[in-house]
């Protein structure tokens, strides 16, 4: 069975940065697709960032392209999520979670999923 667990998230000014965490824990790490989704109030789960199984290739979403950086450490077992120029729309819950599968974007695809951490941004 497959436990994750975030940390990291807070309380930042505009234009900011954050790093979240995701340990991971259970076997088989490195081959899970990896993902990070976030839920502002009111709406849906969306995709953030991925790292692919197959291949270890990164995706992002198009409203943080450029701001974001998603990195893993295979022997610490943890996921990363490196937050710059941080806007107040990206205001959320963040959740890592991990899928069996190489499909990335789709949270529906994912078995197992972190409990979130609160991401505000606000002056």
């Known amino acids: 069975q497959v436990r994750l667990v975030e940390s990291g998230g807070g309380l930042v000014l505009p234009g900011n940065s954050l790093t979240l965490s995701c340990a991971v824990y259970g076997h088989l790490f490195s081959w899970f697709t990896l993902g990070w989704f976030r839920q502002a109030p009111g709406k849906d789960r969306e995709f953030v960032a991925a790292?692919?199984?197959?291949?270890?290739?990164?995706h992002y979403a198009d409203s943080v392209k450029g701001r974001v950086t998603i990195t893993k450490d295979n022997n610490k077992k943890t996921l990363y999520l490196q937050m710059d120029k941080l806007k107040p729309e990206d205001t959320a819950v963040y959740y890592c979670?991990?899928?069996?599968?190489?499909?990335?974007?789709?949270?529906?695809?994912?078995?197992?999923w972190g409990q979130g951490t609160q991401v505000t941004v606000s002056s």
């Open positions: 979670a991990t899928a069996s599968g190489d499909i990335y974007d789709d949270s529906a695809l994912y078995e197992s």
């Open positions: 790292i692919q199984r197959s291949d270890g290739s990164t």
